[in-house]
């Protein structure tokens, strides 16, 4: 909106009413001055008559008596009139009579002077008597006062038109001011309604001429645009409201629609991501995967499928897989059982040295076969593992047996063992008697050791283990181990330069080296040497054919000859009791069965490496421990207790066996109570009037075990010693509580002197 | 003026003559004294200045006509409305003045002194110019009224009352 300045319109106003009035003034008082011109100009003209007539007649007397002086005298007075330059008189001849020049003027004859002249007003005045011409009187009057008039006049024309333009000014201000307040008053509340937008303010009436009209009608104006402009709001509140709703909703929708394309492009992402994935995952199996149409024709191959049939992938797809597979890689096809079946089908191929197990996966979607999958698996490694799983259950199997036997075995023996002491004692004094039963010993002392072997192999041993380290037991042991195997084979030992410290039985473990090297000694009948080695190492994978030890520091002892070698198979035997390559009679062929199942008892490992012609290694592998053996002292002395009064309580499930220690034990003065069984012996115990000193009881029994006794025992009487014989190891001990029974066992078969050895030494 | 006068100087008589007549157009006479406009001249018929004076008669000033009359020294002067005065003894003199003084009428005269006596308009030479001097205080008393131009020209005025 353009504002509309009052002060300009007034401006204009005042300018052009002053300008009116100025030039009605200046117009006025031109005309004035023009009309006061020849007024005043008639009026000189009619002074300077009336002087001329004065003079005139004046002179009148003068020229009629001749009288020169008289009339230049009279002349003279026009001196009164300043305006008047000159006179001249003239007589009825036209003769110069009197004349009359103003000081500073200059004379000038009248038949001379141009009378139109415009600088002057000439008068002529013809002097008469009685109608007859006496004389002519001239006068010249310059026009000084009339032009002084002149300026006069226009000099109060111009204060005129001045003095009217201000008041014109002052007056044409007040009313403007007066007439325009009610205008301005509009034009503020014009402005105001314009800035605020608020059509409810009023312009204030002040006046009841146009303006105040104006006002009114704008007002009214304003009135019908509040009313309009109400109802605009109201319409507007409803379209904004109606907007703001449609907005919304477009908002959710656009929130859903942009919600849907984030989870299409999630989706998307995903999709690509699962391609990328599948791609990835599906080249990095390694097996060889085929997928199939229903035909048998390759749709898609992994790298590993591209790589075992040495094409690729472009190549392979749309080919048949038995033909450009299986037919390639001269092994059968079965995709027609599996099309027919619509079954899984396995089947094993051999492709060189590897065994893969080939599985023909059917897809079936509606009942219809759409597809398959062909997934070739390298089993090589399985197949060598389950070989192995194999040989070590038929270990077990066997050691089981061994250990089984070797226990009877030694129930046996602890019967014979003790008669023929008995028989022994009785019979010393008779010359045959005692040689017969010398050999008889001796052959018990065979048996033993056989029983004992064998348990060595079945791990049923009982195990004095200690830490100790191995390269101090090798090197002291190195001497003995050099006279056993004979000059013509040199042993060598490169041991590590720190301690190797494990725990394990000490003398079994001498014993286990020297199986080992006597076995090599064996294989270089012309000599030979063998190189014993200690290693520390973090197991990795190639180190060792099983897994249970990869990643921990490992003792790794190698014995290593260079003698004959062995062939797979005897490799496959060597660790079986009772397999020998030995002739008849020379070797029992427990041996490295006992090494076997001494490293196994130790929580180690063996293997073997051998090549015909080549020589043999064996490799034990031991776990490392940083304890130190704790030093028990011995303390008190062996005191030699008499076995009067002392009541022992014999736990034997095995009648036999209690028949012959009962014996033994009556025989060196003891009285003995018997119990076949643990629930028995517990009632004897139970019952106070025995008197029980010391308890001697199997392990391993129907009903209740020596264990489980031993604890119920301990309940009733926290005192009393209790030994445990056995022909088994160790394993039913409890594992936390081993050392705590480690010196309450005795194995089977024991000796009197054994078992009255160590029933003094826990008396004591 | 004629041509002839023009042609010839005028005499001192035709000059006093035109004097005289000049001296009409500036005197204002007294009520009655001039009837039926005419204005009487009357002269001594001794007098020199007839010669000059009879070419007066029938001339008009105005509305009025002058007449010349030649009268003798025992002739009524009442009636005359201008009395040209000549040589007389002194009680003649008084005598007439007094009649005219009586009667409102003009004296002119050109004899020394006679403004003096009570002639109320003498004529004179001076630098062989007429000039004439006027009893004021005589034309007072006689009635008559002398214009302030031909006062302004007379070479002396005679107030014989202050």
């Known amino acids: 909106m353009t504002r509309f300045k009052p002060s300009k319109l007034s401006t204009k106003i005042i300018v052009s009413v002053i300008l009116a009035v100025a030039f009605s003034i200046l117009a006025v008082t031109t005309g004035l001055s023009i009309f006061s011109y020849s007024i005043i100009k008639k009026r000189i003209i009619n002074d300077l008559n009336i002087h001329a007539e004065i003079i005139g007649s004046n002179c009148q007397a003068s020229l009629l008596f001749d009288d020169k002086k008289a009339a230049t005298k009279i002349l003279s007075s026009l001196k009164a009139v300043p305006t008047i330059e000159n006179s001249v008189l003239y007589d009825s001849n036209g003769k110069e009579f009197a004349f009359y020049v103003k000081k500073g003027s200059i004379y000038i004859p009248f038949n001379l002077l141009n009378t139109e002249s415009g600088d002057y007003i000439v008068i002529r005045h013809d002097i008469t008597t009685n109608n007859e011409h006496i004389g002519t009187l001239y006068i010249r009057s310059n026009l000084n006062q009339l032009y002084f008039q002149i300026k006069w006049i226009i000099l109060m024309m111009f204060l005129i038109i001045l003095l009217s333009s201000i008041i014109s000014f002052i007056i044409i201000s007040y009313f403007i001011k007066k007439s325009f307040k009610p205008m301005e008053i509009l034009l503020s509340t014009m402005n105001e309604i314009a800035d605020k937008k608020d ?324 294989a270089m009948p012309q000599g030979g040497k063998i190189k014993i080695i200690t290693e520390r190492k973090r197991l990795k994978e190639g180190d060792i054919s099983i897994s249970e030890f990869l990643n921990r520091d490992m003792l790794i002892l190698k014995i290593i000859d260079n003698g004959e070698g062995m062939s797979e198979d005897i490799q496959k035997k060597i660790f079986e009791p009772f397999f020998t390559t030995k002739p008849k009679g020379k070797g029992t062929g427990l041996g490295l069965a006992m090494v076997y199942g001494f490293v196994k008892q130790c929580n180690g490992h063996i293997e073997v490496n051998s090549k015909v012609g080549e020589g043999t290694e064996f490799r034990i592998y031991l776990p490392l421990t940083e304890k130190t053996e704790e030093i028990k002292e011995v303390t008190g002395l062996i005191k030699i207790i008499s076995s009067e009064n002392i009541n022992i309580l014999l736990v034997e499930d095995d009648l036999d066996v209690r028949k012959s220690i009962i014996k033994m034990l009556s025989d060196n003065k003891f009285s003995v109570t018997e119990a076949d069984s643990a629930i028995k012996a517990l009632d004897i115990i139970q019952n106070k009037n025995n008197k029980i000193d010391f308890i001697l009881s199997d392990i391993i029994m129907p009903q209740m075990d020596g264990i489980t006794f031993s604890k119920k025992v301990r309940e009733l009487d926290d005192k009393v010693p209790i030994l445990f014989m056995t022909g088994y190891s160790d394993e039913f001990l409890p594992k936390d509580d081993i050392e705590k029974y480690k010196d309450m066992i005795l194995e089977k078969p024991f000796t009197e002197s054994q078992l009255l050895n160590k029933i003094h030494k826990m008396m004591l | 003026m004629s041509p002839a006068a023009k042609s010839l100087p005028p005499t001192e008589y035709q000059v006093k003559a035109a004097f005289v007549f000049n001296f009409i157009r500036f005197i204002e006479f007294g009520e009655g004294k001039i009837i039926n406009n005419e204005i009487l001249l009357c002269t001594y018929k001794s007098n020199p200045l007839n010669q000059g004076l009879n070419h007066l008669n029938g001339k008009s000033i105005g509305n009025n006509k002058i007449i010349y009359k030649e009268i003798d020294k025992n002739s009524s002067i009442d009636q005359c409305s201008i009395l040209i005065i000549d040589k007389k003894d002194e009680e003649e003199l008084n005598n007439i003045l007094k009649i005219s003084e009586q009667n409102g009428i003009l004296t002119i005269s050109d004899i020394e002194r006679y403004g003096e006596m009570g002639v109320i308009i003498n004529m004179f030479l001076d630098d062989d110019k007429i000039k004439f001097e006027i009893n004021i205080s005589s034309a007072k008393a006689s009635g008559l009224k002398i214009s302030s131009r031909l006062l302004s020209l007379a070479k002396k005025i005679i107030d014989k009352k202050k």
């Not at chain 1, 995709?335 to 899984?344: G, L, Q, T, Y």
């Not at chain 1, 590897?354 to 399985?382: C, F, N, R, W």
């Not at chain 1, 050099?482 to 490169?494: A, C, P, T, V």
């Open chain 1, 199 to 522: 059509y409810s303010i009023r312009a204030d009436i002040i006046s009841d001429d146009e303006f105040g009209d104006i006002t009114q009608k704008f007002n009214n104006m304003v009135a019908q645009i509040k009313i309009r402009d109400d109802k605009i709001k109201e319409y507007q509140a409803h379209l904004e409201s109606e907007v703001e709703r449609r907005m919304q909703e477009l908002n959710e929708t656009n929130k859903k629609l942009k919600n849907e394309i984030l989870e299409i492009q999630r989706m998307e992402e995903m999709i690509a991501k699962s391609a990328t994935e599948w791609r990835t995952t599906f080249d990095s199996i390694k097996d060889p995967v085929f997928l199939l149409d229903e035909k048998g024709l390759i749709q898609r191959c992994n790298r590993a499928a591209s790589e075992i049939l040495g094409l690729s992938y472009n190549k392979i797809v749309g080919n048949n897989i038995c033909i450009i597979g299986h037919n390639k890689l001269q092994c059968d096809c079965k995709i027609e059982e599996v099309m027919k079946n619509r079954s899984r089908v396995l089947s094993n191929i051999k492709i060189g040295d590897k065994t893969y197990s080939v599985v023909y996966d059917p897809i079936v979607s509606s009942e219809k076969l759409t597809g398959i999958v062909h997934i070739m698996a390298d089993i090589t490694k399985q197949i060598e593992l389950e070989e192995n799983i194999r040989q070590i259950q038929k270990m077990e199997a066997v050691g089981r047996l061994a250990g089984g036997v070797a226990h009877d075995f030694n129930n046996l023996l602890s019967i014979i063992t003790l008669y023929t002491d008995s028989l022994s004692k009785r019979l010393k004094d008779v010359p045959h008697v005692s040689n017969e039963i010398s050999e008889i010993k001796k052959a018990i002392e065979r048996a033993t050791n056989l029983s004992r072997q064998l348990l060595m192999f079945s791990r049923k041993q009982i195990l004095n283990p200690t830490i100790f380290d191995l390269n101090e037991i090798l090197r002291s042991n190195h001497k003995m181990l050099s006279r056993l195997i004979g000059e013509n084979i040199k042993i060598d030992l490169e041991l590590t330069q720190e301690k190797i410290q494990i725990m394990a039985d000490v003398s079994q473990f001498e014993n286990a080296i020297m199986n080992m090297v006597i076995n090599s000694k064996d």
